[in-house]
């Protein structure tokens, strides 16, 4: 029942949002189709401005990721992990969250394969999913296209928000599903 | 700081791979990824054409001014650099209204299109501006009311309740969120009072 409204409701979301924008603008009189390609060619140019920026943090995540260097690096934490009662099969997923979109959810995929989508672990992947954003691909993309190249304090701020979100899932899967 | 993490993911796992002994695993992955990121960008041309284009009639026809001023309380509080009129608060709303619906792909093209315009109020440009930060902050924790594509993977796979890590979900993100707007109130003080 919950499943079907919810399903309704994203296949809706974007057809409902294409009906009714231009059929307002209509409405107020805005000439509705020279306004969208004026807008669709600025969205052209910011797509084609992040290239860049996105070679960049591409190559270097996937580097990192290939060459095993990631495993190498969850080895590492283990033991904080393990002292928050973190599975062990989790820890590369959390080091993936905030580097690809892609990526992580490839693994949250491949581990719902695996241990079933309703295990522990399952449930725990799918809430990390479902938390908080790539936090590298919104800096990289969204400082990219206008050029900004001193980040300052929000990389900080939005790897902390990573942390939190994965020990808030943690706990709470702990706590729901335990 | 991007600096360095950027050096760091690169040479780690280039010593890592010489370690192991497959170097040539490095030179695969940095081309393909190359190539990835490309076909990335080129796939969201299209994308944020079409939104873009959609949001560009919304402006016109005065639907975000109403958004606007419908949240402006909000707004000015979070956003105290930018002016409550300016066009950049009404992107910044339909991105993280995108966010919270789980509408990713709808989602990024409004935030380009809002950092674009806190660029414009920018007094450093080449430097992220105190809203600029704050806008991140909110972005990459976002409360998630719908994470639709997880949704979608559990019940491929069978759940015998697919929707429910929705609950998990929101408190998570609820949480993240919370912590990362306080963080970013606390590094923007402390950086403010650094430059007196």
Known sequence: MLVNALNTISQWAIPFLLLSIPLYGFIKK???????????????????????????????????????????????????TELISAPAEIIPLAVMRPLSGSGVLGMATEIMR?????????????????????????????????GITRYRYSVLTGLSADITGFLAALYLCHRVFG | MLNLIWLVLLASGIVVAAWHGNIEVVTKAALQAAHDAVEVCINLVGVMALWLGIMKIAESGGLIRVLGRMLRPLMV????????NHPAMGAIILNLSANVLGLGNAATPFGMKAMQGLQEINPRPGVASEAMCTF??????????????????????????PTEIVGPCILATATSMTVAVTLDYLFRRRNRRRRR
Request: proline share 7%; net charge neutral; aromatic share 12%.
């Open chain 1, 30 to 80: 805005v000439p509705v189709y020279e306004k969208f390609v004026e807008g669709a060619e600025e969205g052209f140019h910011t797509a084609i401005r992040i290239i860049p920026f996105l070679v960049g943090m591409m190559v270097a995540i996937s580097v990192f990721r290939a060459s095993g260097a990631m495993l190498v690096f969850a080895n590492l934490i283990k033991p904080i």
């Open chain 1, 114 to 146: 695996v241990h079933g989508p309703d295990s522990f672990i399952g449930r725990l992947a799918s809430v990390m999913q479902g938390t908080t954003d790539t936090t590298f691909f919104v800096l990289t993309v969204y400082f990219g296209s206008i």
């Open chain 2, 77 to 84: 509080r979070l956003f105290p650099t930018v002016p409550p």
């Open chain 2, 136 to 161: 991140l902050a909110l972005n990459t924790s976002c409360i998630t009311l719908l994470p639709a594509t997880i949704i979608g993977v559990r019940a491929s796979f069978n759940s015998a309740n």
